[in-house]
């Protein structure tokens, strides 16, 4: 096969794999849009279901929660995460290599026994059901993926740098501050955005967590759906959708996660 062959099968297996991926958010959206409540074609346009999702105080009070929690866990995961990777880095301990491997398995292990885990656990020390109860459940999910971003950020990093700095005069505050945090900041916030994103989309642990009328916004939408779906669900998942790809967006357009160029 020609080079153009190859090219032309490789433009239209991404165009599938991309039209897999997205197909359904878009259908999700425009549906948003339908005035049908049970998805009638012909499509009608409409906003009525934005308008029903502006009064409906339920999915507003559990979606400001899930925000308040996911920045909660994203400054607690991201400062207790962004400080482990420091430590590891700048110093040698008996058991530092079996800490990092045991980085891996919370993110490997099914939500599913995380959650129950979780749960066995915080009634046995007598935390219970509730926010503080979900918020340190996020924070044990997320720090794992800081870790490992801004240890992939560190890595690339020359220690000479610190120990020039040390030479100068710096105190051990001050290296960290003008020297290792500047050069680290790309992945500190890729590693803020990936807490946030485990946090505000967490369905199993949340579940499992939440006390009965103070549920986060997944938990929210499967309730929802399992008593009936309405297209306010598509809204508030489309508005989702729109604020996260801007954010992801904006992110990749002024970052600079793969050096200068």
């Given amino acids: 096969m020609s080079a153009l062959a190859y090219r032309t099968l490789g433009l239209i297996w991404l165009g599938a794999v991309l039209f897999f991926l997205y197909a359904p958010i878009l259908v999700m959206a425009a549906m948003s849009f339908n005035a049908s409540e049970f998805y009638q074609l012909p499509f009608r346009f409409s906003t009525e279901w934005y308008a029903r999702l502006a009064d409906n105080q339920e999915i507003l009070d559990a979606a400001a929660r899930s925000v308040l929690i996911a920045l909660c866990v994203t400054a607690i995961a991201t400062t207790l995460g962004s400080m482990a990777s420091i430590a590891m880095f700048r110093h040698e301990f008996r058991g530092k290599r079996l800490l990092q491997v045991l980085l891996f398995p919370p993110i490997a292990i099914p939500w599913l ?12 020390v007598g935390l219970g059901r509730g926010t503080p109860a979900v918020i340190i459940g996020h924070v044990a999910l997320a720090i794992p993926y800081v870790i490992v971003v801004v240890t992939a950020r560190l890595a690339t990093f020359d220690p000479t740098l610190e120990e020039a700095a040390r030479a100068l005069g710096a105190d051990a505050w001050t290296v960290t501050r003008r020297v290792t945090l500047p050069w680290i900041a790309p992945g500190i916030v890729a590693g803020a955005l990936f807490a946030f994103a485990v946090s505000f ?11 009965p009328g103070d549920s986060t916004l997944p938990v929210l939408i499967y309730t929802a759906i399992r008593k009936g779906f309405t297209p306010e669900i598509n809204a508030i998942s489309t508005i989702i959708i729109t604020l996260s790809m801007t954010v992801m967006l904006i992110a990749a357009r002024y970052s600079k996660f793969g050096g200068d160029r």
Avoid: H, N
């Avoid at 026994?113 to 046995?124: D, E, V």
């Avoid at 967490?202 to 939440?210: A, D, G, K, P, R």
């Fill in 201 to 211: 989309d967490q369905f199993v642990v949340s579940y499992f967590l939440s006390e």
């Fill in 113 to 124: 026994i995380t959650g129950t885990a979780m749960l066995i656990f915080f009634f046995g």
